[in-house]
């Protein structure tokens, strides 16, 4: 799911809780080492997200939020702010010189040239908890 939330609306708030869950509590996400992302440097744009964010020559700026169902990725385009929201059963990561998400046909590629390290560590973890998500779902 893929929508503008520049301007908060309850309705994408609660469907968005109901795919990817709730935001963690101050104390869980202490206990996580963090929920989220540094700032990301988008690289590239898949057809879908193109079609809502018309890049200029501007940088276009993301970060991610780890949910425990899945993650949200913020994209800041000037002075709007879209939300794709990805549960973890529809999420591929893709690690190659960069990093790129995938999901229902788009995707969004990340460059290297910021925050490069502290972004590898919350791949890492994210990626966990992909793992540990898929692992508790196939027990079910």
Do not use: A, C
Not at 9 to 37: A, C, F, M, P, W
């Amino acid at each position: 799911m893929i929508y503008n939330s520049t301007y908060s609306d309850l309705e994408k708030e609660i469907e968005t809780n109901s795919l990817v869950g709730k935001k963690y509590n101050l104390l869980k996400s202490i206990r996580l080492g963090g929920i989220g992302s540094k700032r990301l440097i988008v690289d590239e744009l898949g057809s879908k997200l193109k079609d809502l964010i018309k890049q200029k020559s501007d940088i276009i700026y993301s970060n991610i939020e780890l949910r425990n169902k899945g993650i949200i990725v913020y994209i800041v385009d000037r002075q709007k702010r879209y939300t794709w929201v990805i549960p973890f059963y529809k999420l591929v990561i893709y690690k190659t010189p960069s990093f790129s998400i995938h999901s229902e046909g788009t995707f969004i590629r990340y460059s290297n040239k910021l925050n490069h390290k502290e972004n590898l560590v919350f791949f890492k973890k994210l990626l966990e908890h992909k793992f540990n998500y898929n692992k508790h779902s196939n027990q079910i």
